[in-house]
């Protein structure tokens, strides 16, 4: 059994196959993926006490990002000292970065944070976040860390 359609119905079939094929799927970005991280260690003694702060930034991939700055916020009335040579301090905000990071590659930076006796029995939040990338990184949920480190003396602190 055969059957014909006229040529009108043809041309109309065929315009109905392209407007419902299914969409082409889109590809992937090649773009970074910057995951931040955060350590501490505290730095006890009787001379300058400080909390050291780590930050490490890694491009998960899989592109390169350039221009990576990472801004890390200290708890008001405190500031840092000793910073990495990219970085810099004004106020409460350490500024670390400009630079690029290879799909795979990581940088570190740190910081220390001075302790008083002002400073006993408070809980100081310190938050590391992504400031910046080329391409932008599509993935936030991994571009911020915190650590809240608490003076119980100015010999013992606890960070978690």
């Known amino acids: 059994m055969r059957f014909s359609l006229p040529a009108k119905a043809v041309g109309c079939a065929m315009a109905l196959a392209a407007v419902f094929a299914p969409a082409a799927a889109a590809a992937p970005t090649a773009g970074p993926d910057i995951k931040v991280e955060l350590s501490t ?3 006890l003694g009787v001379l300058i006490p400080a909390i ?3 930050v490490k930034a890694s491009n998960l991939g899989p592109g390169t990002a350039t221009g990576v700055v990472i801004k890390a916020q200290l708890p008001a009335g405190t500031t840092a000292i000793a910073p990495s040579p990219e970085c810099s301090v004004a106020g409460t905000v350490v500024t670390c970065g400009g630079g690029n990071l290879a799909a ?5 930076i740190t910081f220390r944070v001075p302790l008083s006796l002002l400073t006993i029995g ?3 939040k310190v938050t590391a976040t992504l400031h910046s990338s080329t391409p932008a ?3 936030p949920a991994n571009n911020s860390a915190s650590r809240t480190c608490t003076v119980v003396t100015p010999l013992l602190v606890l960070c978690g």
Request: charged share 25%; proline share 12%; net charge negative.
């Open 104 to 108: 795979g590659a990581s940088d570190q």
């Open 122 to 124: 408070i809980g100081k």
């Open 41 to 43: 260690n505290p730095i």
């Open 52 to 54: 050291e702060y780590t």
């Open 137 to 139: 990184d599509p993935n």
